[in-house]
């Protein structure tokens, strides 16, 4: 089993930065294709922040609303991935999510972290 263990949420002040981590550890058997995180605000459906997809031609996203600001980052040997986030908004208050997916056996498999706070404060 897999786990996902995030830590760096917290309160800030806007404008100021934050930095998540996310690293799994537990009997990591499967081909890793995407790192990502994602925010789930009170009240809203849960939403893509920042993707990192492995593999020739692997490709970064990004949510229109970070771009700019945030930057996401991964740690192969560590099996990690970070979230730096840089001039923080209100609108960006919400609980942080890592989420590693890939395939096993061929088969697609999921694993997501237990969720972080980051508030925000005006």
């Known amino acids: 089993q897999v786990q996902l263990v995030e830590s760096g949420g917290g309160l800030v002040q806007a404008g100021g930065s934050l930095r998540l981590s996310c690293a799994a550890s537990?009997?990591?058997?499967?081909?890793?294709?995407?790192m990502g995180w994602y925010r789930q605000a009170p009240g809203k459906q849960r939403e893509l922040v920042a993707a990192?997809?492995?593999?020739?031609?692997?490709?970064?996203n990004y949510a229109d609303a970070v771009k700019g600001r945030f930057t996401i980052s991964r740690d192969n040997a560590k099996m990690a991935v970070y979230l730096q986030m840089n001039s923080l908004e209100p609108e960006d208050t919400a609980v942080y999510y890592c989420?590693?997916?890939?395939?096993?056996?061929?088969?697609?498999?999921?694993?997501w972290g237990q969720g972080t706070q980051v508030t925000v404060s005006s």
């Open positions: 989420k590693f997916s890939g395939t096993r056996s061929g088969r697609p498999v999921e694993y």
């Open positions: 537990g009997s990591i058997s499967f081909i890793m294709r995407t």
């Open positions: 990192l997809t492995r593999g020739s031609g692997g490709s970064t």
